[in-house]
């Protein structure tokens, strides 16, 4: 529920004569929620786990040339200089959240700055009616990029082929001048997989229907920057529920990684535009007309539910559903604590398809403007069986509602309105977007990153920026994150070396795919001179696995694992930043082993670890992986029949089904079942 900040920020806009004039105010929305816990400390140089996707000969000859350039353009070696989110588990109790509420007559928009900017929900307020799915609970898992994510809601999805890295992470947010003489909210940060500031405008005219949201990306750089958007919205899921969109073809992404053109609405005697009539989760990538106007809507049994509607530079439009299989029910339930009810997703990006990264030149900006509101259509048209007829009629409605023209009046509105300067400040960012602005002097109008954001993370380098040193931390704390862009690496390359330097520019080295040289510098930080030795024995053990070595991998891992447990003066487990490398580097080390072909290692790390640790979900998995490897079914059985969760199981994640059928020949039970495609024959 939403409780609290009856004050309105910035004082109301102009409105008509008896119509309520939009308001914007701050508000606490309080839900059960999983603590975020802190980061993983261990940086993450692996390099992302999907594989590219499988095109059929013949579809890879009819791809259109921009997709055709896009597809696997620039992809991600590894996900720095990010941090990993998988800190969470699944306790979750009431949790106050600060929101931000805008609202008219018409609507009432709750968005949370502090967990990605996600419009948490859209309410029309004349028909009563919820248009996004509202999750109950705010449930992390490990869907984004870095892990934590969470369902529901319109999520901003800017970086690489995925859910951002900023999901769960507190973005800057404050009021500006509206085009109708009103005030907007802005949302802006520093997006650092691909070095790019970016801003989302929040703005709802008086007595309008739809909110617009005007979005720009820029690139500062001298070079050109691979850019990924797609502007995720969750709605309500029923099984007559229809998702529309003016496209007669479609590319089918499954979690087989294949991609393949298909008809719309039908394809293999199905129609896929009802999300609940297929089994299995999947994505439809829509091939809109060049002339087409963009928009997706869904709508249920009555013909009601909601639209969204761009500018052109907004091409693809996608729907992805879960799907009426047990896996799909699965992560559905996973996600939201309840069974009652699920989702699908209509999503909108630069691209045809998520798997497509698109150039964006030095010195330029990408913006444009989505609109998002509710929409009602004739219902036997909307679900006849006449497709052209169904999204003809749901067109002409979104037209009467909110007219192409409007749109693109909206935009040229909005766009002279980017520049301008935030007034009250709602929430708070990172400091890694100053960090960026003090080194390389951008001028950056309308998207302000103050110096005093700069926090703790940023101290170190704001030191080497201005002294050309790299200050020593403290040898019982790990080391902070490393930015990894070319800049920093030069300034890195020629500070003093020392362990802690050569352990940071090794991961520069890594980012830039310069991997045998990152080798180098980690071996030269443990000949430098005494410090603790685990942070460079970590980084070559995952070097080592990288590059399929895996007994050298193992022996590294184990020899970090014991200069961690055994050189330090530092109790782990008296903090929660202690316990969390802990974990990171035990469940490493135990995976590491057990690749190894090593079992008694791994159950011997196991056996040592803290009680509390090894009953985590992970560690009993791990345990049952032990168990598995060394032949003993029935002990990793037992460990199943006794029930565990795996708090930060990857999304497509087949584990549980894999060990499963190798201690077990029954069906693999509901409470493990999250498989996403059909088990291979």
């Not at 060394?630 to 990857?650: K, M, N």
């Amino acid at each position: 529920m939403v409780t609290g900040g009856a004050r309105t920020c910035g004082g109301p806009s102009r409105g008509n004569e008896g119509v309520l004039a939009t308001t914007v105010r701050r508000a606490v929305l309080n839900l059960p929620a999983a603590p975020l816990g802190p980061e993983n400390p261990l940086p993450p140089l692996r390099t992302p786990a999907p594989p590219p996707p499988v095109l059929d000969p013949r579809e890879r000859a009819g791809l259109p040339r921009d997709m055709a350039r896009q597809l696997g353009h620039r992809p991600l070696r590894t996900i720095l200089p990010t941090r990993l989110r998988d800190g969470y588990g699944r306790e979750r109790t009431p949790t106050d959240l600060d929101a931000v509420v805008i609202e008219n007559d018409r609507l009432r928009v709750t968005v949370l700055p502090g967990l990605g900017g996600r419009i948490h929900s859209l309410h029309h307020k004349p028909t009563g009616r919820e248009l996004l799915h509202r999750n109950p609970v705010l449930q992390p898992a490990a869907f984004a990029l870095n892990g934590a994510w969470f369902s529901g809601g319109i999520e901003w999805n800017i970086g690489a082929t995925g859910h951002t890295t900023l999901s769960c992470a507190p973005l800057h947010a404050a009021l500006v001048p509206a085009p109708d003489g009103g005030t907007m909210v802005r949302l802006w940060e520093w997006e650092r997989l691909r070095d790019l500031p970016f801003q989302v405008d929040l703005w709802l005219p008086d007595d309008s229907d739809f909110l617009h949201v005007g979005v720009r990306i820029r690139n500062p750089h001298e070079q050109p920057a691979p850019v990924y958007w797609w502007s995720n919205i969750a709605v309500p899921e029923t099984p007559d529920t229809r998702v529309l969109v003016p496209a007669d073809e479609a590319w089918h992404f499954g979690y087989d990684h294949t991609l393949t053109r298909v008809g719309v609405p039908e394809a293999g005697g199905l129609d896929h535009t009802y999300p609940l009539r297929s089994e299995y989760p999947a994505d439809h990538f829509y091939e809109l007309p060049e002339d087409a106007r963009r928009w997706i809507a869904a709508l249920d049994a009555d013909g009601h539910g909601l639209a969204q509607t761009s500018t052109g530079l907004l091409r693809g439009r996608k729907l992805f559903r879960w799907g009426h299989g047990r896996g799909g029910r699965r992560w559905q339930e996973w996600l939201s604590g309840t069974s009652d009810g699920g989702y699908a997703e209509i999503q909108a990006g630069l691209a045809r398809t998520q798997l497509e990264h698109v150039p964006l030149e030095p010195g330029a900006a990408f913006s444009w403007l989505e609109s998002y509101g509710p929409l009602s259509a004739d219902p036997a048209a909307v679900h006849g069986g006449d497709w052209a007829a169904a999204t003809e009629e749901a067109a002409a409605r979104l037209e009467e509602a909110l007219p192409r023209a409007a749109v693109a009046e909206a935009y040229a509105a909005w766009l002279p309105h980017a520049d301008t300067e935030p007034g009250e400040v709602l929430a708070t960012g990172s400091g890694w977007g100053a960090l960026e602005v003090l080194r390389g002097g951008h001028r950056l109008p309308g998207t302000p990153f103050f110096l005093a954001t700069l926090g703790e993370q940023q101290a170190p380098w704001v030191e080497l920026l201005e002294h050309g040193t790299l200050p020593k931390p403290s040898p019982e704390e790990p080391p902070g994150p490393t930015p990894v862009s070319r800049p920093w690496r030069d300034m890195l390359e020629t500070a003093d070396a020392d362990p802690h330097t050569e352990y940071h520019l090794g991961i520069a080295q890594w980012h830039a795919d310069d991997r045998a040289q990152a080798v180098r510098s980690w071996e030269r930080g443990l000949e430098c001179g005494p410090a603790p030795r685990w942070p460079l024995l970590r980084c070559l053990a995952v070097a080592a696995e990288e590059n399929g070595r895996r007994d050298h991998a193992a022996e590294l891992h184990a020899e970090a694992f014991a200069d961690l447990t055994t050189s330090g003066t530092t109790d782990l487990t008296a903090s929660a930043e202690g316990v969390a490398l802990l974990v990171a580097l035990a469940r490493e080390t135990v995976e590491a082993q057990l690749s190894a072909g090593r079992p008694e290692a791994a159950r011997a790390l196991l056996a040592g670890l803290p009680e509390a640790i090894r009953e985590r979900g992970r560690f009993r998995l791990l345990l049952a992986r032990t168990l598995v490897a060394e032949g003993d079914t029935g002990a990793a059985r037992a460990i199943f029949d006794a029930g565990f969760e795996v708090a930060d199981l990857r999304e497509g994640a087949g584990i549980l089904g894999e060990l499963w059928a190798s201690v077990s020949d029954e069906p693999l039970p509901d409470a493990y079942d999250f498989r996403m495609s059909p088990p291979q024959e």
